[in-house]
């Protein structure tokens, strides 16, 4: 919650007539730079979606999609693995690689909370969830 009882909001993410929330973690793109995008990484039951905090400035959110059964696609919006990269640090979370269809990587930190500082071991837990929950649905 902010000072004055506001709190940070990320863009709304539209849900599909059958789609469902499976988790969701404090998440930045670009970690530990001067172009750090502070957001949620939001797992839904057909695609995982980069919602950033809403601002004057705010970008579109990001969205990859998982693909049917095992088949793969070379997609640049086609999501083909996720996996743990580095270790916090004092500038920057704990951070997951995802890798699209077309070999695209993002770089991802991962954050237990809002108010949680780099360096603290639950974001590391935190990050391990949501990538053992992303390797789930890759391989469904």
Known sequence: MGLFGGGAQVVPIPMDDEETELTREVATVHPGTLSSIPGDLVLTSSRLVF???????????????????????????ALAAARAKDAPGLMRPPTLVLTTGDGTTWEIGILAGRRKPNRSPDNARARDRIVEAIQGRLVD
Do not use: H, L, M, N
Not at 57 to 76: N, Q
């Open 51 to 77: 919602a950033p905090i809403e601002s004057k400035k705010t970008p579109e959110a990001i969205v990859w999609r998982f693909t049917k059964g095992r088949s793969r696609t070379k997609a640049a919006d």
